[in-house]
Nanobody
Framework: QVQLVESGGGSVQAGGSLRLSCAAS????????MGWFRQAPGTEREGVGT???????IYADSVKGRFTISRDNAKNTLYLEMNSLKPEDTAMYYC????????????????????WGQGTQVAVSS
């Protein structure tokens, strides 16, 4: 059974930093297309960034230069390092994995992932 479990969310003041983790079980994340998404209350889920099979990353314009996606294959964990946080970054953050095909999404907003985590809440106060 495949599981993705996010952690690391919390409350932080504007300008602060958080590192989210997405621990995978049931699959190896090595070379797997993965993404981070977020959803604020009353809004649609939006893509934050993706990492492809050769660890190339792409980001939404709203987080470019502030957020970094990485993975530790030995720990089977995906990370989202978030710096210079803003109140508009407040949302539930989700990780996702795509295992059903070999080519990765080329758009940050693509939701063609077959496994999703339950989310971790991030709240940024001004």
């Amino acid at each position: 059974q495949v599981q993705l479990v996010e952690s690391g969310g919390g409350s932080v003041q504007a300008g602060g930093s958080l590192r989210l983790s997405c621990a995978a079980s049931g699959i190896s994340i090595r070379g797997v297309c993965m993404g981070w998404f977020r959803q604020a209350p009353g809004t649609e889920r939006e893509g934050v960034g993706t990492i492809n099979s050769v660890d190339r990353t792409i980001y939404a314009d709203s987080v470019k230069g502030r957020f970094t996606i990485s993975r530790d294959n030995a720990k089977n964990t995906l990370y989202l390092e978030m710096n210079s946080l803003k109140p508009e970054d407040t949302a539930m953050y989700y990780c996702a994995a795509q295992t059903f095909r070999t080519y990765c999404p080329t758009s940050v907003q693509s939701t063609t992932y077959n496994y999703w985590g339950q989310g971790t809440q991030v709240a940024v106060s001004s």
